[in-house]
């Protein structure tokens, strides 16, 4: 399968995303529960990514809703938008 230039950025961007949003729910996850010893470095890893971006969506949310962070979702819903255009704006180049 030949792909152009643009085929290839949108799929490296459709890639990305969803390889950062599953990394986000798997950070979401371990920080529910007591990992072994032996995973700490894999729940350090997934807060050294995700926190500064999910940081950064926590101080835009005007409201705070106690022990519930919507910082996530708001997060993971800007990401496919953004998603979205970038596919979008390439596609134009096609």
């Not at 700490?40 to 995700?50: A, M, N």
């Not at 255009?85 to 134009?92: D, F, H, K, N, P």
Request: proline fraction near 6%.
């Amino acid at each position: 399968m030949v792909l152009d230039a643009v085929s290839k950025a949108q799929l490296f961007v459709n890639v990305f995303v969803g390889v950062y949003i599953v990394a986000i729910l798997a950070y979401i996850l371990t920080s529910w529960v007591q990992l072994p010893y032996s995973l700490k470095p894999v729940q350090r890893f997934l807060f050294d990514v995700c926190d500064p971006y999910l940081r950064f969506w926590r101080r835009m949310l005007p409201f705070r809703t106690g022990p519930i962070d919507f910082s996530p979702l708001v997060a993971v819903a800007a990401l496919v938008l953004l998603e979205q255009i970038v596919i979008a704006i390439l596609g134009r180049l096609h």
